[in-house]
């Protein structure tokens, strides 16, 4: 038995994947009991999807060589947040990449000379991970809170509390 879903909900649930909002597809799979192999299915068409047209608009590169991401972060430097956006937008790209791709040239020539600790970059990334899902938790958590208040005001309000 296959089940159709509108292209309305289809739509708004590939927009929840992808950035900026980027809900997991386990939660989404959670709160909506659509499963995770079709969530996973719409992701991945709608992220290829993407890349052809990043495709298109860069000429055919979406990959970009270190020459080309090095000569963005120097075009770049100087442009204030409302003209980067406007930067990214014409190129189809993020200013998160952007920024990654400055802390990479950044750090480009210490790499050399400091060697790499594996198991204090392991420990950071689980540190990383743990801090990002108490965030996410909290998050969630602050949302429910203000959705109680809302309601809690709206109840007050139908009863005609004078204090509402």
Same mark, same amino acid.
């Given at each position: 038995?296959? !089940?159709?879903?509108?292209?309305?909900?289809?739509?708004?649930? =590939?927009?929840?994947?992808?950035?900026?909002?980027?809900?997991?597809?386990?939660?989404?799979? +959670?709160?909506?009991? =659509?499963?995770?192999?079709?969530?996973?299915?719409?992701? #991945?068409?709608?992220?290829?999807?993407?890349?052809?047209?990043?495709?298109?608009? #860069?000429?055919?590169?979406?990959? +970009?060589?270190?020459?080309?991401?090095?000569?963005?972060?120097?075009?770049?430097?100087?442009?204030?947040? !409302?003209?980067?956006?406007?930067?990214?937008?014409?190129?189809?790209?993020?200013?998160? *990449? =952007?920024?990654?791709?400055?802390?990479?040239?950044?750090?480009?020539?210490?790499?050399? #000379?400091?060697?790499?600790?594996? !198991?204090?970059? +392991?420990?950071?990334?689980?540190?990383?991970?743990?801090?990002?899902? *108490?965030?996410?938790?909290?998050?969630?958590?602050?949302? *429910?809170?203000?959705?109680?208040?809302?309601?809690?005001?709206?109840? +007050?309000?139908?009863?005609?509390?004078?204090?509402?």
């Amino acid at each position: 038995m296959s !089940t159709t879903y509108s292209p309305e909900l289809k739509a708004s649930l =590939i927009a929840k994947m992808l950035p900026p909002q980027s809900v997991s597809v386990r939660d989404l799979a +959670r709160e909506t009991q =659509i499963p995770k192999d079709t969530l996973y299915s719409w992701r #991945s068409r709608a992220l290829k999807a993407r890349q052809g047209t990043q495709e298109h608009l #860069s000429g055919g590169h979406a990959e +970009r060589s270190s020459g080309e991401k090095f000569a963005i972060v120097v075009e770049t430097a100087s442009l204030d947040d !409302t003209q980067l956006s406007a930067y990214c937008r014409r190129l189809g790209l993020y200013a998160h *990449e =952007i920024a990654a791709w400055r802390a990479a040239c950044e750090q480009a020539n210490g790499a050399a #000379s400091a060697p790499v600790d594996r !198991t204090q970059v +392991r420990a950071d990334q689980q540190r990383l991970k743990a801090l990002e899902q *108490e965030l996410a938790r909290k998050e969630k958590a602050l949302a *429910e809170a203000a959705a109680l208040l809302v309601l809690q005001k709206k109840v +007050r309000h139908l009863l005609g509390d004078a204090d509402a």
